[in-house]
């Protein structure tokens, strides 16, 4: 893997450790204060890191004593200059105080990212399941969907 791979790579750690400590503050350090995102839940678009920080304190907030596992797999990373793209398979999985995995969901991710003043940052994300022709309802589990 390039060094370049690895700065965008490191990106999906914290991502991972932020979530699973709901840390807004390190999770927020992966966004640009520009950041458009949009997100599977609620509104159709988020634009800027201050409300893109309200979404993810909302979020976290949400947990109660639950803690959020996130695994990311299938991950493609492409750079070019000062600009990288990486898309992949993201799973949430609820994660009691006990430690018994309790609920889990698997998103499809998109990241835009720029490198700014020598950091990876994420400009845009964009996270979508596919529905379910037959019935409407969105597919949250790859390992289900039909083929």
């Known amino acids: 893997m390039s060094d370049q791979n690895s700065d965008v790579t490191a990106l999906l750690t914290t991502y991972s450790a932020a979530a699973y400590a709901k840390d807004v503050d390190l ?3 992966s966004y640009a204060d520009d ?4 997100d599977l839940w609620g509104s ?3 634009t800027g890191a ?6 993810i304190a909302g979020w976290f907030g ?4 639950e803690r959020v596992i996130v695994d990311f797999e299938d ?3 492409a ?5 990288a793209a990486l898309n992949g398979l993201v799973q949430y999985s609820a994660e009691s105080t006990s430690g018994e995995r309790l609920r889990q969901m698997t998103n499809r991710i998109t990241w835009t990212l720029a490198r700014r003043n020598g950091a990876w940052l994420i400009t845009h994300e ?8 037959a019935t409407g309802k969105v597919i949250l589990s790859h390992s289900t969907a039909p083929r």
Do not use: C, K, N, Q
């Open 126 to 133: 964009h996270t979508s399941a596919p529905v379910d022709e």
């Open 50 to 55: 201050a409300t893109w920080r309200e979404s």
């Open 75 to 77: 991950i493609e990373i």
């Open 62 to 65: 949400s947990l109660g004593d």
């Open 35 to 38: 950041v458009r995102v949009f």
């Open 44 to 46: 159709w678009l988020i």
């Open 27 to 29: 999770f927020m350090t």
């Open 79 to 83: 750079v070019g200059g000062d600009l």
